[in-house]
């Protein structure tokens, strides 16, 4: 069973930044899986921004390239999102997902069987 836990989210001043964590556990590392962060702000549709493969490969959406990063830490077995040069859009529930059958870097939610809970990030000026 693949349960995922998001956590770093808060408050934070436009510019600022934050680091996101997801606590992935029950991944298996002998399948193909990708691991992905999507938002979802407040009358949007939800929007995925980020996904990382197991070997590393990483894709963003045009929203958030060039100022947030994804990343994995195997031994921790958590994939972070770090937020840099935050702005007032960003402000959304982000939300991590886990497939173990990633055949592309998709960030199409509906690709992805597992969600956490989301954790709330606030931008404000």
């Known amino acids: 069973q693949v349960e995922l836990v998001e956590s770093g989210g808060g408050s934070v001043q436009t510019g600022g930044s934050l680091r996101l964590s997801c606590a992935a556990s029950g991944l298996s590392s002998a399948r193909r899986y990708c691991v992905a962060w999507f938002r979802q702000a407040p009358g949007k549709a939800r929007e995925g921004i980020a996904t990382?493969?197991?070997?590393?490969?990483?894709t963003y959406a045009p929203s958030v390239w060039g100022r947030f990063i994804i990343s994995k830490d195997n031994a921790e077995n958590t994939v972070y999102l770090q937020m840099n040069s935050l702005k007032s859009e960003d402000t959304a529930t982000y939300y991590c997902?886990?497939?173990?059958?990633?055949?592309?870097?998709?960030?199409?939610?509906?690709?992805?069987?597992?969600w956490g809970q989301g954790t709330q990030v606030t931008v404000f000026s």
């Open positions: 990382i493969a197991r070997e590393a490969s990483s």
């Open positions: 997902a886990a497939t173990e059958f990633c055949s592309s870097m998709t960030r199409d939610e509906g690709a992805f069987p597992y």
